[in-house]
């Protein structure tokens, strides 16, 4: 069984790859009529690049770990952020909005995309903590047993 903070970190990379089609698979983005083909090309960009983004943290967690144990947990936190970090700064980018103006008022108010944001990159956080802790303890035990 993976320890606690790489469990969180699957758990993300899982929801990481996925959620971008469970959130946008429907009639306010890939169906809706209102959407410019391009606009849709570049959902279909951003759903992609989670999916990508996850299978590469997954893949570093569980296939191909670095062989620094620190270093593969600084690069697999920074692959589950990249997303969100992202999501959270394309609000900054002139005209654009988080959300189309007729599904305004639903569940997170204006930009509901931060609070998600805002609750993943904390998981990354716990789960960072918690292995670098496992770690520390790790090497603590490598430099008593020499």
Request: glycine fraction near 10%.
């Amino acid at each position: 069984m993976p320890p606690p903070g790489q469990l969180l970190h699957a758990l993300i990379a899982v929801l990481t790859a996925t959620l971008g089609f469970i959130a946008d698979w429907n009639h306010t983005h890939v169906y809706n009529p209102r959407w410019p083909p391009h606009a849709k090309f570049h959902n279909g960009q951003t759903m992609s690049t989670g999916l990508l983004l996850g299978g590469t943290a997954l893949f570093h967690l569980f296939v191909r770990p670095l062989a620094n144990p620190r270093d593969n947990l600084n690069v697999v936190s920074w692959i589950l952020c990249l997303n969100y970090v992202a999501q959270v700064s394309a609000v900054f980018y002139p005209g654009s909005l988080p959300i189309d103006p007729e599904f305004a008022g639903g569940p997170g108010g204006a930009f509901p995309q931060a609070y998600g944001a805002a609750v993943l990159v904390g998981v990354v956080g716990v789960g960072y903590w918690l292995e670098e802790a496992r770690i520390r303890r790790l090497e603590g035990n490598v430099v008593k047993a020499k």
